[in-house]
């Protein structure tokens, strides 16, 4: 027995001094120091031993126990701090490294984007930026602008009218009130034409976005849509200067190499009144792709429709005459476009609609 013990010994110190990790010291001291194990079960065996052996075998195994548990702290500290080391030299952290990315926290909506870049490009040219009410008094969005009282526009079922207090849609409708006194949500960016000049003297030179309200909704129209406006008054403005500065805007906004066009149309606050086009940045004006077939984008015309423009109409200044416009000697001029089709256009979104919907799926990809 005091052999085998002795055996038992050898073998676990040899063991001991080759494990090389704390796991595997662990698993030593289990198999030979655990309640399992043989060392344990002769000690806990020695009262059944013949009483001559039992001094002898005891104190052998008591010193192997003792022997063995002292090499395995011994080996357990060496090797606790080797680990340490190398954990400290493998794992260390380079403090000089970027930290992580913040996560992806969106983006602007492609309608503020596009606005800001039609701002860029007008204060470029020398344009302020104002802005001004949605809820506008009825004689800014329409009596300034030399609407005429019958105009469709001025109609409650095309415009939405804000009932302030007894002024009803019906009442408005059966002109029982001053159609003058009326609300209305804007129903275009003109209004600020009055109102800035108003605040300002000549010269003038302002670009007006904001939001404005129709009873419309389809592909291409929204009961809210964006629009944005320019004024330019000052000494000597004419319509070349219109054309001049449209092609500009229309270059930062399709490209370089783009065109811009007027053609005759008619609104109450300008004379003369155009619309203007940009020439087709799909087919360069052509009106065909290179395989010869018809431009989709312009339909085969070679131009795109954009807005309205014109000379600022005598009657207008005649509302702010006394701001320094006298209606006689001022010019200027002002223009009008969506800033929603621009970015249909530039995008190729095929409704407008989806830009109010906030599904991210259909924001995201811009
Ligand atoms: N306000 C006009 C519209 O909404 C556009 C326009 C602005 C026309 C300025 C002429 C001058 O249709």
């Not at 969506?338 to 249909?344: D, K, Q, V």
Request: proline share 6%; charged share 25%; glycine share 10%.
């Amino acid at each position: 027995m005091v052999e085998r013990i002795a055996e038992i010994r050898a073998e676990a110190e040899a063991a001991i001094a080759e494990a090389s990790s704390t796991a595997e010291l662990g698993e030593l001291r289990v198999r030979f120091l655990g309640r399992g194990a043989e060392l344990t079960l002769i000690l806990r065996g020695i009262a059944e031993l013949p009483a001559e052996q039992r001094g002898a075998v005891g104190k052998s195994g008591n010193q192997a126990r003792g022997a063995l548990e002292k090499l395995i702290t011994d080996r357990g500290e060496e090797l606790d701090a080797s680990e340490l080391e190398r954990s400290v030299s493998e794992e260390r952290v380079d403090v000089t490294l970027p930290g992580a990315p913040s996560p992806a926290v969106g983006h602007l909506h492609l309608i503020t984007r596009t606005r800001r870049r039609i701002e860029d490009t007008m204060v470029g040219l020398g344009y302020r930026v104002m802005e001004g009410p949605e809820v506008e008094l009825d004689h800014y969005n329409f009596t300034a602008l030399n609407h005429p009282p019958g105009h469709p526009a001025r109609m409650a079922q095309d415009s939405f009218y804000v009932a302030p207090g007894s002024v009803s849609a019906a009442a408005l409708e059966s002109a029982a009130v001053s159609l003058d006194e009326a609300v209305v949500l804007r129903t275009h960016t003109s209004p600020m034409q009055t109102r800035a000049m108003e605040a300002q003297g000549p010269p003038i030179f302002i670009v007006i976005p904001g939001k404005v309200y129709r009873r419309d909704s389809d592909a291409t129209h929204s009961p809210m849509f964006h629009q944005v406006e320019g004024l330019a008054v000052g000494e000597g403005i004419t319509l070349a200067d219109l054309q001049g500065t449209l092609t500009e805007m229309l270059r930062a906004i399709f490209g370089e190499g783009r065109e811009a066009r007027m053609r005759p149309h008619y609104f109450p606050f300008t004379e003369p009144s155009v619309e203007f086009d940009v020439s087709c940045y799909r087919c360069e004006g052509g009106g065909k792709l290179a395989d010869g077939s018809r431009c989709p984008l312009c339909k085969g015309v070679g131009w795109i429709e954009v807005g309205g423009a014109g000379m600022v109409d005598p009657n207008v200044f005649g509302f702010v005459e006394e701001n320094g416009y006298p209606p006689d000697t001022t010019q200027g001029f002002a223009f009008g476009f969506g800033i929603e089709r621009i970015a249909m256009l530039r995008h190729d979104v095929p409704d407008l609609r989806r830009f109010f919907d906030n599904d991210v799926r259909m924001l995201e990809q811009f």
